[in-house]
Structures are given as structure tokens and as C-alpha cells.
């Protein structure tokens, strides 16, 4: 396990995890401000799943399923992506029915202190299409700023303050 809120589990995916995960990035509504905007592909899903626990393993963080602790379903996908010569990404998308419960608020804040508190992580970054308006409201409401914008994608970053004693 990674992290625990309230509502929310995020744990390292387990190999169960392709057919919910599939059902999930398969969706176009849930993808479509992902990468391209095209739905995961069922051999796609299972590498990533591949690649997720492989980073696990070396880096001891990544990306992991989110699971609903009242129903212990896997209902998205949280972590950090590491995108060459740049910060850690924190990334996270959910199912359709679970939309507007909050989710996305609180996975978010908890992956914020998971990466400055655990992982030691100086600084942040979240990059969302220009039209996410709910991922973009979310980001800023945690202190990420906007630093880049361009038709395709709003980059934000986030710094750690630095803590007396």
C-alpha cells in the first residue's frame, strides 16, 4: 500500500488489476484528455500494469491502483509517472460513475503529501489538457501554479515549502 485517505486505497497494481484497469482506460470519456485521447488498448493496459510494478520495484513508488474502501473496488489509476529529465508527474483518472464524489480532490492532496512527506520529493508537476477545467481547479486549489500553456496541455508545478526545525 502507498497511501490510505478517507474514502480511497492507493496501492501498487496487482496482476488482477488488468480487466478493471481495461473497463476503466478503455472508456473514451475517461481518456480523453489522457496522452491522445485514444482508449487503452486491452495489450497496452497489461504493459503498463507491467511497467508500473516494474518501477515499483526499483523505485519503491509509481503508479498504482485506486480502490473504494467501501466497496473495494479498483476505481482508477494515482502516482507519479517519471518523464525523462523532468520532475516526477503526479497523474490519476477515475471510472465515470465515481465522478463528482470528490475522488479526484482527495487522491490528489494525498498523493501531494505521499510524494513531499514519504518519498522526500522536492517538487511536483501535473500536466492536464487545456480543457479539464476539473483536473486544473483541482491542481490549483493545491498550490500547483501554471507555468506553461499551449493548445494541448497546461503544465503546473508544485514546490515543497520548506518546513522550520
Do not use: C, Q
Amino acid at each position: 500500500m502507498f497511501l490510505r485517505t478517507e474514502r480511497l486505497l492507493f496501492r501498487p497494481f496487482a496482476a488482477g488489476d488488468l480487466e478493471p484497469l481495461f473497463r476503466i482506460v478503455a472508456d473514451p470519456e475517461v481518456v480523453r484528455y489522457t496522452d491522445d485521447g485514444t482508449p487503452l488498448a486491452w495489450a497496452t493496459t497489461r504493459l503498463w500494469i507491467e511497467r508500473s510494478r516494474e518501477n515499483v520495484a526499483r523505485h519503491g513508488y509509481g503508479t498504482g491502483a485506486v480502490i473504494e474502501l467501501a466497496t473495494g473496488r479498483l476505481i482508477g489509476w494515482a502516482g507519479f509517472a517519471r518523464p525523462e529529465g523532468a520532475p516526477e508527474e503526479m497523474i490519476y483518472g477515475f471510472e465515470r460513475p465515481v465522478w463528482s464524489k470528490g475522488y479526484g480532490s482527495e487522491i490528489a492532496a494525498g498523493l501531494v503529501r505521499f510524494a513531499f512527506k514519504d518519498l522526500g520529493l522536492s517538487s511536483l508537476r501535473a500536466t492536464v489538457h487545456p480543457d479539464n477545467a476539473a483536473s486544473r481547479h483541482i491542481l490549483r486549489k493545491l498550490g500547483f501554479a501554471e507555468v506553461a500553456v499551449t493548445p494541448d496541455v497546461v503544465e503546473l508545478t508544485l514546490k515543497k515549502v520548506p518546513t522550520a526545525g
